[in-house]
């Protein structure tokens, strides 16, 4: 049961990071102004709220590194060409799988796929599960 809220509030505060990316990147809003609207005063639990704020400061301050990677691994979908839903989760996803790294990868790609089919289009979790799929194989490559 422990586990189930653990689960529960990471995922929470997984969603409460896509909506502050998909904020910032779509009408340019200030990342601490939106992420204390969303977050402050919240009922989500003081660690998840700080795992958010981690996800959030942490894809925007690896910004050019993630796009590159998105790049890499989607090289028939340009960044600018992804819908801003696509490509926050994919950042959020790949700043956790290659830079952050607290979490194990099969959680990472399964919470982004369940969000994907959650806030994403009919075909988006398809999309992202490969990308991210292509990146933890290239991540283990790199680790050898």
């Keep these: 049961m422990v586990e189930d809220k ?14 502050v990316l998909y904020e910032v990147d779509s009408v340019d809003h200030p990342s601490d102004v939106v992420s204390s609207r969303y977050l402050d005063g919240k009922r ?3 660690d998840a709220a700080a795992f958010a704020r981690n996800l959030v400061d942490g ?3 690896n ?3 993630i796009d590159g990677t998105i790049a890499t ?4 979908w340009p960044i600018s060409q992804l819908s801003i839903v696509d490509r926050s989760l994919l950042r959020l996803a790949i700043y ?3 830079v952050d790294k607290a979490s194990p990868p099969k959680v990472v790609i399964n919470e982004t796929v369940e ?9 988006s979790f398809k999309f992202i599960n490969g990308v991210l799929g292509s990146v933890v194989e290239a991540e283990k490559l790199s680790t050898r």
């Design 59 to 61: 894809v925007l301050d």
């Design 96 to 98: 956790e799988l290659t």
């Design 73 to 76: 691994f989607a090289p028939s």
């Design 115 to 123: 969000l994907a089919k959650l806030f994403g289009s009919d075909n």
């Design 6 to 19: 653990f689960v529960t509030a990471r995922r929470k505060a997984r969603t409460v990071a896509l909506r």
């Design 44 to 46: 989500l639990p003081k």
């Design 63 to 65: 910004m050019a590194f």
